[in-house]
């Protein structure tokens, strides 16, 4: 299933999403750029606009990153994403 725990909470997220998370989760610290999250995501036959990485991070920092859980997907501008853990 696609189900990750946020301090407690089961989170319900779509094929893409969990890809995503589990690619940045995979490479955590290491900075990831739209082109290779999508080629990872939808292998080498991506056609499409990468600004649908931005929607997909938005959704993913939409359901995980809430209720006074700290920001861990950071984007780097002109760069890409990268998982960093928590301050503090």
């Given amino acids: 299933s696609n189900e990750v725990r946020v301090k407690n909470s089961l989170i319900d997220l779509t094929n893409r999403?969990?890809?995503?998370?589990?690619?940045?989760?995979?490479?955590?610290?290491?900075?990831?750029?739209?082109?290779?999250?999508?080629?990872?995501?939808?292998d080498f036959h991506f056609d499409g606009d990468y600004n649908i990485?931005?929607?997909?991070?938005?959704?993913?920092?939409?359901?995980?990153e809430k209720d006074g859980v700290a920001r861990i997907i950071h984007t780097v501008r002109n760069g890409g994403y990268v998982i960093r853990e928590p301050e503090g």
């Fill in 17 to 42: 999403e969990y890809a995503i998370l589990e690619y940045l989760i995979r490479n955590k610290g290491r900075l990831l750029s739209k082109g290779m999250i999508a080629e990872h995501v939808w």
């Fill in 53 to 64: 990485i931005e929607v997909y991070i938005r959704r993913l920092r939409n359901k995980i």
